[in-house]
């Protein structure tokens, strides 16, 4: 079974402030990894995904994300926070070529001040 | 497409009653997931459907816990009788791994019991 790390349990940054949080992942066979947001009182929506292909992927409202297959790493990325990004942000991993069941990290808080 | 539709959004119960919790899937979407957000927990897999026949539900904390897929736009999850420590955010997501890799969420339901 696969499971998610991340380290980072709460951020706190600044306006114009670069971002990058951490999410390894544990699973021997090839996998789909996700980011997605969770901002306050509400679902969880997808930010970016990676599947195949560039290992650098770019999702909305900015972000992107690398997938480095020697580390079983998938940090997210914005290089200049805004007051909105304020919400949870969780890393997911399924098997693909398996049942395809996202699991999910602790999730990471973060609080962007203006 | 409206998304994941879940119902209701909030719900309040006393202690010892029947919770049902509703979703309707994305059109198309043959996969089915029930997680429960809570802060000591995180999110977690309570059971997982493809085309309507439940696949896994190792996560159904106890036999007070059942879900059903009935057909493939509508599933309930329901708590019998329900206790105070079920209070948590239920979500449920769908997915077609012919589509892509990702799943969908519902708005959730925040379930409070007293």
């Known amino acids: 079974a696969q499971s998610v790390s991340q380290h980072n349990h709460h951020v706190i940054l600044s306006e114009a402030a670069s971002l990058e949080l951490g999410c390894n992942y544990s699973y021997g066979g090839t996998v789909n990894l996700f980011w997605y947001v969770q901002y306050p009182g509400q679902h969880l929506q997808l930010l970016l995904k990676?599947?195949?292909?560039?290992?650098l992927v770019k999702g909305i409202k900015g972000f992107e994300a690398e997938f480095i297959k020697s580390k079983f790493s998938f940090n997210l990325r914005k290089p200049s926070v805004q007051w909105s990004d304020t919400a949870e942000y969780f890393c997911?991993?399924?098997?693909?070529?398996?049942?395809?069941?996202?699991?999910f990290g602790r999730g990471t808080s973060l609080i962007v001040h203006p | 497409d409206a998304g994941v539709i879940q119902s209701p959004r909030h719900e309040v119960t006393e202690m010892g009653q029947e919770v049902t919790l509703r979703c309707k899937p994305i059109?198309?979407?043959?996969?089915l997931f029930w997680y429960r957000q809570t802060m000591m927990r995180g999110l977690e897999l309570l059971i997982y459907?493809?085309?309507?026949?439940?696949?896994?539900d190792s996560g159904m904390p106890e036999d007070r816990f059942s879900a059903k897929m009935p057909n493939a736009s509508f599933s309930t999850l329901k708590i019998q009788p329900s206790e105070p420590r079920d209070s948590a955010v239920y979500f449920c997501?769908?997915?077609?791994?012919?589509?892509?890799?990702?799943?969908?969420f519902g708005q959730g339901t925040r379930l409070t019991v007293v």
């Open positions: 059109s198309g979407h043959n996969s």
């Open positions: 459907f493809n085309n309507n026949v439940p696949i896994d």
């Open positions: 990676y599947f195949s292909g560039d290992p």
């Open positions: 997911a991993v399924n098997a693909a070529g398996g049942s395809y069941i996202p699991t």
């Open positions: 997501a769908s997915s077609n791994r012919d589509w892509g890799p990702e799943a969908f």
